[in-house]
């Protein structure tokens, strides 16, 4: 389980749209988002740097934790 910190997550379309962004990578993935914490926690075959991309690319700014 890889946990990164995110930050501009307001909403369920936030959420959603990380989620999508890391299952559209890896269908697999198992993608938990905590709005209030700001924590993105994720079970995935995909890199630390691989899931840092796809978030920004979503337009937030993210760090591993």
């Known amino acids: 389980m890889q ?3 995110v930050q501009g997550m307001t909403c369920g379309h936030c959420v959603r749209a990380i989620t999508q962004a890391l299952q559209g990578s ?3 993935a198992d993608v938990q ?3 209030a914490s700001g924590e993105v926690r994720v079970e995935s075959t995909l890199t630390a740097e691989a899931i840092i991309s796809l978030i920004s690319a979503e337009g937030y700014a ?3 934790i």
Do not use: E, I, K
């Open 62 to 64: 993210v760090q591993v």
């Open 33 to 35: 988002v905590d709005l």
């Open 26 to 28: 890896d269908p697999a």
């Open 3 to 5: 946990r990164f910190n």
